[in-house]
């Protein structure tokens, strides 16, 4: 009775946490209907892009526990829907104006690839969308089926509201296709959040509207469609993709590589048919791609600097940033063989090698990060409301502009942060990425010292798995009370070897016989689908080596449900898990980096870093419920000495010193410390 309301409380908090964060992007939202969205319209932007941001995060690491899966996918749903209601009053792109305009015009009968917006040729079809249009004395560079769109949409309503109708209803399709893309790769729905919230998304499609939402979708089907091995209709839509916005002709080459190129073929059916309605003038709209993408520059991460160190030779610099991107095809399509991952890649380095990055051209790859969660992406969604910062010029009655100053704010953090990331690419020497087998079999290993007033509990939910175990083995360090006794009784296999969690928990390792190994702490219980959703997300992700179930205490605080979201974010994010996580490997994986660290402590967090090296890591996001004992001895002071032990290692690691056995004397000298402290406070 006590563990259920203690339960029910936690449950009960993170919902609570939620809502909160909810509140915070209807805040954001909420903003746009002020009258300082009018007066001040760029710290508006910007202070409820930010907020919004917060929320976001708040709402993806809070998002309730024990709801089923159409529950899950109901709620997220329902709060990406509730998002997108609330940032509709943020005003439209003037892309939007010129959308509307060029539809009316193909609506008439009349090509818009014939002359720029502002020839005399269209001047009986110019209105107040038209003055608001911008590049009015440039061709347009939208691809026939997008005009085409464009008309169909202007025929219903000739107004911005149809477009912001449309493209949320298509940004919801997004969230469910994202989610089925999830469930297909053994993972929890909560990851879509991360575009279903993203502020990125919010402001570019709800808010200001722009169409790559149209791009995002179809891109999206044919992968969708790569992934049941339906090839020709992933060739059919990814021909649609490229007649919405032509950047999705860089997976093309993917395609040819990995999806059957003998259905290449459909990719013309799409790109011809839209294009026979304007074969006189299509010439036209591959003038306007060039004048849009291959004579400016700007805000781009890469190409921006080389143009710098160029004198401002966009030509010399383009050359150079098309040179990059072609050898970062050649090595995405030798070394991924996971085509999902592969576009992922491919559109990420077309994004950052491009001269011109508007802040919904980041919006590409955001779906991505859904199924490949990673920090600088995250740092990149916040760091874009700089970005906005170009509102102040026209507020002014200048012209529109980015300042130096907000786009090194935009884009140096993330790429400090990426290149943290791509050094286990670097460790690998650019080699391909492996592929492990499928696994058969699961060893669950549980290190003990004295813990006959835990054991029992722990290795019942382990014996309950609706999956059960191949091998439980109790690792034990010493213990002098019952815990080997009360192991032996219920029937599992019992190690002694000599104390030390890594060294206990290695011996387990090399005894197993099963192809993954389960690590769990003595004072944790497990859900009772754990070891099927291991097993499940190895299965269908090969390229995972490993990762972390995910933690929940089983009382519940504010502070205590902090630092539930703070592993959850750095498991996630970083691929950084701590042992009382869950943590989970394939043992061949981890035997190709050295085995299984047998450190006397920190081995969970060397046990991260080979499985880094070895593969992707992934967060099941919880199902792991252990006690709070520990935090119980000095909040505060236990995660200061947290981290002043990883910090230490992670330093000494660098430099080669194995200094564990210190850190073991220091930990458990600080704990005995805690514990007395505790003990004379408490008289």
Same mark, same amino acid.
């Given at each position: 009775?006590?563990?259920?309301?203690?339960?029910?409380?936690?449950?009960?908090?993170?919902?609570?946490?939620?809502?909160?964060?909810?509140?915070?992007?209807?805040?954001?939202?909420?903003?746009?209907?002020?009258?300082?969205?009018?007066?001040?319209?760029?710290?508006?932007?910007?202070?409820?892009?930010?907020?919004?941001?917060?929320?976001?995060?708040?709402?993806?690491?809070?998002?309730?526990? *024990?709801?089923?899966?159409?529950?899950?996918?109901?709620?997220?749903?329902?709060?990406?829907?509730?998002?997108?209601?609330?940032?509709?009053?943020?005003?439209?792109?003037?892309?939007?104006?010129?959308?509307?305009?060029?539809?009316?015009?193909?609506?008439?009968?009349?090509?818009?690839?014939?002359?720029?917006?502002?020839?005399?040729?269209?001047?009986?079809?110019?209105?107040?969308?038209?003055?608001?249009?911008?590049?009015?004395?440039?061709?347009?560079?939208?691809?026939?089926?997008?005009?085409?769109?464009?008309?169909?949409?202007?025929?219903? $309503?000739?107004?911005?509201?149809?477009?912001?109708?449309?493209?949320?209803?298509?940004?919801?399709?997004?969230?469910?296709?994202?989610? @089925?893309?999830?469930?297909?790769? *053994?993972?929890?729905?909560?990851?879509?959040?991360?575009?279903?919230?993203?502020?990125?998304?919010?402001?570019?499609?709800?808010?200001?509207?722009?169409?790559?939402?149209?791009?995002?979708?179809?891109?999206?089907?044919?992968?969708?469609?790569?992934?049941?091995?339906?090839?020709?209709?992933?060739?059919?839509?990814? #021909?649609?993709?490229?007649?919405?916005?032509?950047?999705?002709?860089?997976?093309?080459?993917?395609?040819?590589?990995?999806?059957?190129?003998?259905?290449?073929?459909?990719?013309?059916?799409?790109?011809?048919?839209?294009?026979?309605?304007?074969?006189?003038?299509?010439?036209?709209?591959?003038?306007?791609?060039?004048?849009?993408?291959?004579?400016?520059?700007?805000?781009?991460?890469?190409?921006?600097?080389?143009?710098?160190?160029?004198? #401002?030779?966009?030509?010399?610099?383009?050359?150079?940033?098309?040179?990059?991107?072609?050898?970062?095809?050649?090595?995405?399509?030798?070394?991924?063989?996971?085509?999902?991952?592969?576009?992922?890649?491919?559109?990420?380095?077309?994004?950052?090698?491009?001269?011109?990055?508007?802040?919904?051209?980041?919006?590409?790859?955001?779906?991505?990060?859904?199924?490949?969660?990673?920090?600088?992406?995250?740092?990149?969604?916040? $760091?874009?409301?700089?970005?906005?910062?170009?509102?102040?010029?026209?507020?002014?009655?200048?012209?529109?502009?980015?300042?130096?100053?907000?786009?090194?704010?935009?884009?140096?953090?993330?790429?400090?942060?990426?290149?943290?990331?791509?050094?286990?690419?670097?460790?690998?020497?650019?080699?391909?990425?492996?592929?492990?087998?499928?696994?058969?079999?699961? @060893?669950?290993?549980?290190?003990?010292?004295?813990?006959?007033?835990?054991?029992?509990?722990?290795?019942?939910?382990?014996?309950?798995?609706?999956?059960?175990?191949?091998?439980?083995?109790?690792?034990?360090? #010493?213990?002098?009370?019952?815990?080997?006794?009360?192991?032996?009784?219920?029937?599992?296999?019992?190690?002694?070897?000599?104390? *030390?969690?890594?060294?206990?928990?290695?011996?387990?390792?090399? $005894?197993?016989?099963?192809?993954?190994?389960?690590?769990?702490?003595?004072?944790?219980?497990?859900?009772?689908?754990?070891?099927?959703?291991?097993?499940?997300?190895?299965?269908?992700?090969?390229?995972?080596?490993?990762?972390?179930?995910?933690?929940?205490?089983?009382?519940?605080?504010?502070?205590?449900?902090?630092?539930?979201?703070?592993?959850?974010?750095?498991?996630?994010?970083?691929?950084?898990?701590? *042992?009382?996580?869950?943590?989970?490997?394939?043992?061949?994986?981890?035997?190709?980096?050295?085995?299984?660290? #047998?450190?006397?402590?920190?081995?969970?967090?060397?046990?991260?870093?080979?499985?880094?090296?070895?593969?992707?890591?992934?967060?099941?996001?919880?199902?792991?419920?252990?006690?709070?004992?520990?935090?119980?001895?000095?909040?505060?002071?236990?995660?200061?000495?947290?981290?002043?032990?990883?910090?230490?290692?992670?330093?000494?690691?660098?430099?080669?010193?194995?200094?564990?056995?210190?850190?073991?004397?220091?930990?458990?000298?600080?704990?005995?410390?805690?514990?007395?402290?505790?003990?004379?406070?408490?008289?």
């Amino acid at each position: 009775m006590v563990v259920t309301l203690a339960s029910a409380y936690r449950h009960h908090a993170r919902l609570s946490f939620f809502l909160f964060s909810l509140i915070l992007i209807f805040v954001a939202g909420v903003l746009h209907w002020t009258p300082w969205a009018a007066s001040c319209k760029a710290i508006t932007i910007i202070v409820s892009y930010g907020t919004a941001f917060f929320g976001f995060i708040g709402a993806w690491l809070s998002f309730p526990d *024990g709801l089923s899966t159409s529950r899950k996918i109901g709620l997220i749903l329902l709060a990406a829907l509730f998002a997108r209601i609330m940032m509709i009053g943020m005003p439209v792109s003037d892309d939007v104006y010129r959308y509307l305009w060029e539809g009316k015009l193909v609506a008439a009968g009349e090509s818009p690839y014939r002359y720029p917006a502002d020839h005399e040729y269209y001047a009986e079809y110019r209105d107040a969308y038209w003055e608001g249009m911008n590049h009015k004395n440039k061709l347009t560079a939208y691809p026939p089926l997008a005009e085409l769109v464009f008309a169909a949409v202007s025929s219903v $309503a000739y107004s911005p509201w149809a477009f912001k109708i449309l493209f949320i209803f298509v940004d919801l399709c997004i969230v469910g296709i994202l989610i @089925a893309l999830l469930r297909a790769h *053994g993972m929890d729905p909560r990851n879509a959040l991360l575009y279903a919230l993203n502020p990125l998304t919010l402001f570019a499609i709800a808010g200001e509207a722009h169409f790559d939402v149209l791009l995002i979708l179809t891109m999206l089907l044919s992968l969708l469609w790569v992934e049941k091995r339906a090839f020709a209709w992933a060739w059919f839509w990814l #021909g649609v993709a490229i007649q919405i916005k032509i950047i999705a002709v860089v997976l093309a080459p993917l395609y040819l590589w990995r999806c059957q190129w003998r259905h290449g073929w459909l990719l013309l059916i799409p790109l011809v048919v839209p294009s026979l309605y304007f074969l006189e003038t299509l010439p036209g709209m591959f003038q306007g791609l060039w004048i849009f993408g291959g004579t400016n520059a700007f805000n781009g991460p890469i190409h921006g600097p080389i143009n710098y160190l160029l004198d #401002g030779k966009i030509a010399w610099s383009t050359a150079i940033v098309f040179g990059l991107f072609s050898l970062a095809i050649l090595w995405i399509i030798r070394s991924v063989s996971i085509p999902v991952k592969a576009a992922y890649l491919l559109i990420a380095a077309l994004v950052l090698l491009s001269p011109v990055v508007h802040y919904w051209y980041i919006l590409w790859i955001i779906p991505f990060v859904v199924l490949y969660p990673g920090l600088s992406w995250l740092v990149l969604s916040f $760091a874009s409301g700089a970005y906005f910062t170009s509102t102040f010029s026209a507020e002014q009655g200048g012209d529109w502009s980015l300042p130096v100053w907000a786009m090194w704010v935009m884009w140096l953090p993330f790429l400090l942060v990426l290149a943290y990331e791509l050094r286990m690419i670097l460790l690998r020497r650019l080699q391909p990425e492996p592929n492990w087998i499928k696994p058969k079999t699961l @060893a669950v290993i549980i290190p003990t010292l004295n813990e006959d007033g835990q054991i029992k509990t722990c290795l019942e939910a382990l014996q309950s798995l609706q999956r059960p175990a191949d091998e439980i083995f109790v690792c034990d360090g #010493g213990s002098t009370d019952q815990t080997v006794a009360i192991a032996k009784e219920m029937g599992v296999c019992v190690m002694c070897s000599e104390s *030390g969690r890594g060294t206990q928990i290695k011996a387990g390792v090399e $005894a197993a016989r099963s192809e993954v190994v389960l690590v769990m702490h003595a004072d944790c219980i497990c859900d009772n689908d754990v070891s099927q959703r291991i097993i499940n997300v190895l299965e269908q992700n090969p390229d995972v080596a490993g990762g972390a179930v995910g933690q929940r205490f089983k009382t519940a605080s504010l502070q205590l449900l902090v630092i539930e979201m703070l592993n959850d974010a750095r498991a996630a994010l970083g691929g950084a898990s701590f *042992g009382d996580q869950g943590q989970f490997f394939r043992v061949a994986a981890i035997q190709k980096m050295g085995g299984f660290p #047998g450190y006397p402590l920190m081995e969970d967090v060397e046990l991260s870093l080979r499985m880094m090296r070895a593969g992707r890591v992934v967060l099941l996001n919880g199902g792991i419920h252990n006690s709070a004992r520990q935090w119980r001895q000095g909040f505060t002071r236990r995660i200061i000495l947290i981290l002043k032990l990883v910090i230490v290692f992670r330093i000494n690691r660098l430099l080669r010193r194995d200094v564990t056995k210190k850190l073991y004397e220091i930990y458990y000298s600080s704990r005995k410390q805690m514990n007395c402290r505790d003990t004379i406070a408490s008289k």
